[in-house]
């Protein structure tokens, strides 16, 4: 599926955002998230320690104001660049690049690679929702442009996520994840919703978690005495996240009752991942798709100790538009414009009708 079909999602988006009572198309977004949105923030922050500059990183796609500038933990462009093309809004710049107001007069994007739902201690120097938050309302203070908070876009496309992966990755079992984690990871989102909708933020689109056991990530360090599903997932791990996703839904359809002033939009990314995943061949991924496209070595182009872009990384895939992940836990330009298109058009989208009615 490529950028034509994308800007035909987009276009039948826009005209319903014009012709909806009660739906206003945003002209502002703000953004929050982890590394699978975050744009530049934790590069700008640590930028040895956060290096996304190196090629391959970027090669599918050159920004039209920066070409050579790389930023993003992915070939080419994220949902939140994806979500702004679609309302006709400038890519989102990074909070903690600091440019001229006038950088900013459409959007912010306060995601931050490695960030948590929950304040954590961590060796890495990383930031959580609540931090961005924070940064969230310090901007609005500084910023004097005319921003409508009301009709402004709150992006929450997926944080969370790392919680559980630092987790596992420190021995935890998925037996025990859920009710170890869901009620502070749970707590930490609903506390910055709260603290935003308590703001004056009236617009929200919110997505699930991903099906992390499928990643080359996951499959590399836990696989080996996991059971899969029949396409090679982590049954035991997706069910992890499956379960949180219920308790995050029922939290969006809460608010709803609560909150009737305001929009929620909740997009199934776990749902609409599988739906690629069912379906390789039908949306151009090819056999190897599930192998990180940068990586390296191993059975999923995976080493935990040569990373995507190090001077001797030696295995890349000829063809990033036909794999689903770039490293070993984001995915590629290509996947990411298959799941813009599914949220733009409403395909697993929970939320009011004139925003969910955009099949094509």
Same mark, same amino acid.
């Given at each position: ?26 002209k ?17 922050e ?24 790389r ?27 600091r440019?001229?107001q ?14 948590t ?6 060796p890495?120097?990383? @930031?959580?929702?609540?931090? &961005?938050?924070? +940064?969230?309302?310090?901007? %609005?203070?500084? *910023? /004097?442009? !005319? ?29 025990d994840?859920n ?9 930490? @989102?609903?506390?910055?919703? &709260?603290?935003? +909708?308590?703001?004056?933020a %009236?617009?929200? *689109? /919110?997505? !699930? ?24 997932c ?5 069910a ?5 996703n ?15 002033d ?62 689903l ?28 009708s ?7």
């Amino acid at each position: 599926m490529g950028f034509h079909i994308l800007s035909l999602v987009a276009l039948v988006f826009l005209l319903a955002c014009k012709d909806a009572n009660a739906f206003v198309c945003p002209k502002y977004i703000y953004s929050f998230g982890d590394s699978l949105t975050d744009t530049g923030n934790a590069h700008a922050e640590v930028p040895l320690l956060y290096d996304v500059t190196r090629y391959p990183y970027g090669m599918s796609y050159r920004f039209p104001d920066r070409p050579c500038e790389r930023t993003r933990f992915c070939d080419g462009r994220l949902i939140v660049d994806y979500t702004a093309q679609a309302f006709g809004i400038p890519f989102l710049e990074p909070y903690s690049r600091r440019f001229e107001q006038s950088a900013y007069s459409h959007g912010v994007n306060f995601a931050y690679s490695g960030a948590t739902a929950r304040s954590l201690q961590l060796p890495a120097p990383t @930031l959580f929702l609540a931090r &961005e938050v924070e +940064h969230y309302f310090k901007f %609005r203070e500084e *910023f /004097t442009g !005319n921003v409508d908070v009301s009709t402004a876009l709150h992006l929450i496309p997926e944080i969370g996520g790392n919680d559980y992966t630092y987790a596992f990755t420190a021995g935890l079992s998925p037996a025990d994840a859920n009710a170890k984690l869901d009620d502070e990871v749970l707590g930490a @989102l609903k506390q910055s919703v &709260e603290k935003l +909708h308590a703001g004056g933020a %009236r617009f929200f *689109f /919110t997505f !699930n978690q991903p099906p992390a056991g499928c990643t080359p990530y996951y499959r590399t360090l836990f696989g080996e005495k996991s059971a899969k599903d029949e396409f090679g997932c982590l049954s035991a791990y997706n069910a992890v996240f499956e379960t949180l996703n219920h308790k995050i839904k029922a939290a969006v359809e809460a608010y709803r009752q609560m909150w009737p002033d305001t929009i929620f939009l909740y997009y199934d990314w776990f749902a609409g991942a599988y739906e690629v995943i069912q379906n390789q061949a039908k949306y151009g991924i090819d056999a190897a798709g599930f192998r990180a496209c940068c990586g390296g070595g191993g059975p999923y182009n995976f080493n935990p100790v040569v990373a995507c872009g190090a001077p001797s990384l030696g295995n890349l895939c000829s063809d990033p538009e036909r794999t689903l992940y770039w490293d070993s836990l984001h995915f590629t330009e290509a996947f990411y414009r298959l799941m813009a298109t599914f949220a733009l058009s409403g395909r697993f989208v929970d939320g009011p009708s004139e925003a969910v009615n955009l099949h094509y």
